[in-house]
C-alpha cells in the first residue's frame, strides 16, 4: 500500500496543511511527514498546530523512533527529518537552500526507502525547495502531488515542482484530505532500482562528510562560490531542477542561488553609489567655494567633474534597481 505520505511547503503551506489534516480520517493507514519552512522557533509549534486540527496524532520528530502509521510526525528545529526503512532520523547535514530541515532530503529519504509506497505531497512556498525532491520520488516509483498553483498563496513552489517532473495529480486545499486518503488505500506499484546519486544526496543530509571523489560521482564543477562556505560548487548531473552543491555539502538551486549571490552584489553596487554620491556632494561645495573666489576656470573644471559623477550615480542606481527587481 502506499503508507508513507510526506508533505513540504513554505509560505502559505500552513494553513493548507492544517485543512488537510482535519479532513484525513482516523483510521488512516499511512504514516505521514511534514516539512515546512517556518523559521527556527516556528518548527517547534508546528505539531501542536497540527494536532488540534484533526483525528491524528501529530507529534515532533525524535532521531530513532520508529515509523507509526497513523501519525503525522513533524520535523523539528535545525534538523533535517529523513524517513528510512524502518525508523526516522534527523540529519544535521549541511543546510539546503539555505534551510534546515529543508523539504527536498525528507523527500529523497522517503523514495529511497519506500519506494512506490511513497506519496510526495508539494504544498504553497516561494523559490523551490521540494522540486527536486519530488522529481526522486517519481524516479524511485512513487506519486507526486502539488497544490494547484491558482489556489497556492505563493505559486512559485508547485510551478516549479510541475516543471521538474510528471506530477500525477494536482489539488485544491479542498480536495487534499479526500485524495490522498484514497491515494493511501490504493496498491503500491512495483519497485524500481534506487538511483544511486539520491542515496548519496541522502547521506549528505544525515552528515556523511562527501570529498571530491564523491561529489564527482554526481556532479561537475563549475566557476561559481557556495554563498555559504567559499567552496567551489559543482552542477548536479541529475535535472530539472538546476542544482549546485559544494564539497562541504551545501545545496542549491539556481533560483536560490541566484538569490543569494543578489545579496552581495547589491549591497556592493550600493556602497559604490553611496561613495559617488559623496563625491559629487563634496566637488559641487569645491566648485562653488571656487566660483565665489573668482578662480573660474577651476570651477569650471570641478563642475564638468560634477557632471559626471552625477551620471555615474544614476547608472548605478539603475543597476541597483534591476539587481533588485
Do not use: W
Not at 3 to 18: C, F, H, K, P, Y
Not at 174 to 197: K, Q, S, Y
Not at 225 to 244: D, I, M, N
Amino acid at each position: 500500500m502506499r503508507d508513507i505520505i510526506v508533505i513540504g511547503g513554505s509560505t502559505g503551506a500552513i494553513e493548507v496543511l492544517a485543512e488537510i489534516c482535519a479532513n484525513f480520517p482516523a483510521n488512516l493507514a499511512a504514516a505521514v511527514f511534514v516539512v515546512v519552512h517556518v523559521g527556527s522557533s516556528g518548527n517547534d509549534l508546528l505539531a501542536g498546530i497540527v494536532d488540534r486540527r484533526g483525528p491524528l496524532r501529530a507529534i515532533m520528530a525524535v532521531d530513532e523512533a520508529p515509523i507509526e502509521r497513523g501519525t503525522i510526525t513533524v520535523a523539528p528545529a535545525d534538523h533535517h527529518l529523513l524517513v528510512m526503512t524502518d525508523q526516522i532520523r534527523l540529519g544535521r547535514g549541511p543546510r539546503e537552500n539555505m534551510t534546515r530541515p529543508a523539504i527536498d532530503p525528507l523527500f529523497r529519504s522517503a523514495a529511497i526507502s519506500h519506494g512506490p509506497q511513497v506519496i510526495g505531497v508539494l504544498l504553497s512556498g516561494m523559490l523551490n525547495d521540494g522540486s527536486a525532491g519530488l522529481a526522486a520520488i517519481k524516479r524511485c516509483g512513487g506519486v507526486a502531488v502539488v497544490q494547484n498553483p491558482s489556489d497556492a498563496r505563493a505559486d512559485e513552489m508547485p510551478l516549479s515542482a510541475l516543471r521538474a517532473c510528471d506530477v500525477d495529480y494536482r489539488a485544491r486545499t479542498v480536495e487534499f484530505g479526500g485524495l490522498l486518503t484514497r491515494l493511501a488505500r490504493e496498491p503500491a506499484g512495483a519497485a524500481v532500482p534506487i538511483p544511486p546519486d539520491i542515496a548519496l544526496e541522502v547521506a549528505i543530509a544525515l552528515g556523511t562528510a562527501l570529498d571530491t571523489p564523491a561529489i564527482r560521482k554526481i556532479a561537475d564543477p563549475v566557476a561559481l562560490t557556495c554563498p555559504a562556505c567559499g567552496g567551489v560548487l559543482s552542477e548536479l548531473q541529475s535535472k530539472p531542477p538546476l542544482r549546485f552543491r559544494c564539497q562541504t555539502g551545501h545545496g542549491f538551486t539556481a533560483e536560490i542561488l541566484d538569490q543569494q549571490q543578489s545579496g552581495p552584489t547589491e549591497q556592493a553596487i550600493m556602497v559604490a553609489l553611496r561613495i559617488v554620491q559623496e563625491r559629487a556632494t563634496l566637488t559641487e561645495r569645491m566648485a562653488q567655494e571656487a566660483r565665489a573666489g573668482g578662480r573660474n576656470h577651476s570651477a569650471s573644471m570641478l563642475e564638468q567633474r560634477l557632471e559626471e559623477l552625477r551620471k555615474h550615480a544614476e547608472q548605478l542606481r539603475q543597476v541597483a534597481i534591476n539587481a533588485r527587481y
